[in-house]
């Protein structure tokens, strides 16, 4: 017989098995991957987090997609693609884009932020926000943002003619680590912090 | 709270939305037990588990491999005509310079996508046969992995938002691809709600329990 406090049971990240907690770091018993205790993870989450936001500001500065046709050159940023969607009348898709590229990733640094400081500092313990939700949200709206990566790959290898020609521009690299980062960010967060300040 | 001993700790459940703790009861042929705090499902219950999984997964392996072999779209543009298919689409990009990116679709809609139902064809097969259960376990530890990182549902999306930024430009034909990617895409998401990983795990334990007595 063993005596356990409710308290100490936690989760394993990779398999959901119930493990015992053992300080620092506990073997899951099922699957054998490192639970870790929470002292690094807000670190991890953080710098995950700083690197994905530094990569969204060239993200939006630079074009997208740049379209050559008959020797004239021109450069559409996420922004500007998304107004001249709305010109054209797609409103649809300006949204769609506006949602994916614009919104998803801004909510879900803020929302992150939010997280990682109220896991630190009590700021938020009052407030009747529940914390799983939102983060479980922003796990799930958070690879949509991936969505004009792919435009952009599909119209490249799509349209390369002679005198018509879709490229790539470096805002998609920018774009693409930031949205892996935000990915990475969220995944290292920790959600048991969540419930050890409630 | 007592235990038996460590072991025991296999009939508890934490819910993985809210965290909330739970003991497992065993629940009849084909329902779902749900979490008393947010109503997120914890486990299913389903004999027929392993047979379900294997045909799921057989299929959406053949669909995925149709889906990468014909082309997705044809494309019309000043009389020439152009196709894409899922591998060209980041083959594409290498041969622009853009490593990164291409590095990361050619994983996000082709090798994860593969990668899972490979994985889940040969857990299925392995669960029913009841051998290897280390090979299993080190196939659920990568299936949990790199399940998160698969963007197919995604994928398919970008082309239909990419097509209707080229209405009006191009005369567009959706080719065979595009529907086998669409009913690939219908099984990867019924299978990614209605078989948890954790519900892998729980029939395996199971099975190779069975085995053993």
């Not at chain 1, 073997?27 to 690094?40: A, L, T, V």
């Amino acid at each position: 017989m063993i005596e356990v406090n409710e308290k100490e049971l936690m989760r394993c990240n990779v398999c959901g098995a119930v493990n015992i907690d053992r300080g620092e770091v506990t073997p899951c018993r099922r699957c054998g991957s490192n639970i870790y205790h929470e002292r690094f993870s807000t670190q991890k989450s953080w710098a995950y987090l700083l690197t994905a936001m530094i990569a969204y500001i060239p993200a939006n500065l630079y074009p997208m997609l740049i379209t050559k046709q008959f020797g004239s050159v021109e450069g559409s940023t996420i922004l500007g693609g998304v107004v001249m969607l709305w010109e054209h009348g797609s409103y649809p898709i300006a949204l769609i884009i506006f949602f994916a590229s614009i919104l998803i990733p801004i909510i879900k640094f803020l929302v992150l932020i939010y997280l990682l400081i109220s896991v630190k500092y009590p700021i938020g313990k009052d407030s009747k926000i529940d914390k799983h939700k939102l983060y479980y949200m922003t796990e799930a709206v958070g690879p949509w943002s991936m969505i004009d990566v792919f435009v952009v790959a599909i119209l490249a290898a799509l349209i390369h003619l002679a005198n018509v020609e879709i490229v790539a521009g470096t805002a998609a690299t920018a774009f693409a680590i930031s949205v892996f980062f935000t990915l990475l960010a969220a995944h290292a967060f920790d959600e048991r912090l969540i419930k050890e300040y409630r | 709270m007592k235990l038996e001993n460590e072991e025991a700790l296999d009939h508890l459940i934490i819910c993985h939305k809210c965290h909330t703790l739970h003991e497992e009861v065993e629940i009849e042929d084909g329902t779902k037990a749900l979490c008393s705090k947010c109503g997120s499902v914890l486990y299913r219950f389903d004999s027929k588990l392993a047979d379900y999984g294997l045909a799921l997964s057989a299929t959406g392996l053949i669909f995925f491999v149709l889906a990468n072999l014909f082309p997705l779209v044809k494309i019309e543009l000043l009389g020439h005509e152009q196709f894409i298919t899922i591998p060209k689409t980041f083959v594409a990009l290498f041969d622009n310079g853009f490593y990164f990116v291409g590095l990361m679709c050619a994983f996000l809609i082709f090798i994860f996508p593969l990668l899972i139902f490979v994985i889940n064809f040969m857990l299925f097969l392995l669960l029913k046969l009841r051998k290897s259960p280390d090979f299993t376990k080190s196939l659920l530890i990568l299936l949990s992995h790199i399940k998160p990182w698969s963007m197919s549902d995604i994928f398919l999306i970008s082309i239909l938002v990419a097509l209707v930024k080229l209405i009006g430009y191009a005369q567009i034909d959706m080719g065979v691809a595009f529907w086998t990617l669409v009913i690939f895409v219908g099984i990867d998401l019924y299978m990614s709600k209605q078989i948890h990983v954790s519900e892998i795990w729980m029939l395996r334990r199971r099975l190779y329990a069975q085995e053993r007595a």
